[in-house]
């Protein structure tokens, strides 16, 4: 009784924001949605075997807040290749991912991980919202220039006693 009264003074749930994304590592690969890509038919799926690095960036936002202004971005990127040939970095937000509890797909699929270097960025990131002067990249994982694009990478063994 008492869900349907508020049901009907919140009246219907809002639409789903068009805009909005769903970003997921699991042990088929990497995996990039929303309502928008899908209306496009754009690519949400790739496999670990595509994904050329992982990193951090720290960047000046493409279009400034009309409040704030020009603002530094924290965002997390992976590079895997293009339908031109070139390698093409797509960006999530930095708040998709805690440093602490990686999903343990992305630590087990990317061995060698360089968890110093995500820190570095995150703690250049930390310092502001307007710190232009530490705009970089941060590449934590690259595949190993010898092993060719569309393979998976060699998984590490047990350490030596």
Same mark, same amino acid.
């Given at each position: 009784?008492?869900?349907?009264i508020?049901?009907?003074l919140?009246?219907?749930?809002?639409?789903? @924001?068009?805009l909005?994304?769903?970003?997921?590592?699991?042990?088929?690969?990497?995996?990039?949605?929303s309502?928008? /890509?899908?209306?496009?038919?754009?690519?949400?799926?790739?496999?670990? /075997?595509?994904?050329?690095?992982?990193?951090f960036?720290f960047?000046?936002a493409?279009?400034? &807040?009309?409040?704030?202004? &020009?603002?530094?971005?924290?965002?997390?990127?992976?590079?895997?290749?293009? &339908?031109?040939?070139?390698?093409?970095?797509?960006?999530? @937000?930095?708040?998709?991912?805690?440093? @602490?509890?990686?999903?343990? /797909?992305?630590l087990?699929?990317?061995?060698g991980?360089?968890?110093a270097?995500l820190r570095?960025?995150l703690?250049?990131?930390?310092?502001?919202? =307007?710190?232009?002067?530490?705009?970089?990249?941060?590449?934590?994982? =690259? =595949?190993? /220039?010898?092993?060719?694009p569309?393979?998976?990478?060699?998984?590490?063994?047990?350490?030596?006693?």
């Amino acid at each position: 009784m008492w869900s349907r009264i508020k049901r009907f003074l919140n009246g219907p749930p809002p639409p789903e @924001d068009p805009l909005r994304e769903t970003v997921r590592f699991d042990d088929a690969g990497f995996t990039r949605s929303s309502e928008l /890509a899908r209306a496009m038919g754009i690519q949400e799926f790739w496999p670990w /075997a595509d994904i050329q690095e992982f990193g951090f960036v720290f960047t000046q936002a493409i279009y400034p &807040d009309p409040w704030f202004g &020009d603002y530094m971005e924290s965002l997390w990127f992976i590079r895997v290749p293009s &339908d031109g040939g070139t390698m093409m970095r797509m960006d999530f @937000d930095e708040r998709v991912l805690d440093i @602490d509890h990686l999903p343990p /797909a992305l630590l087990h699929n990317l061995p060698g991980l360089d968890m110093a270097v995500l820190r570095a960025g995150l703690a250049t990131a930390a310092r502001g919202l =307007r710190h232009y002067d530490g705009e970089g990249e941060w590449v934590a994982w =690259r =595949r190993d /220039a010898n092993q060719p694009p569309g393979t998976q990478p060699a998984t590490p063994g047990p350490a030596p006693a």
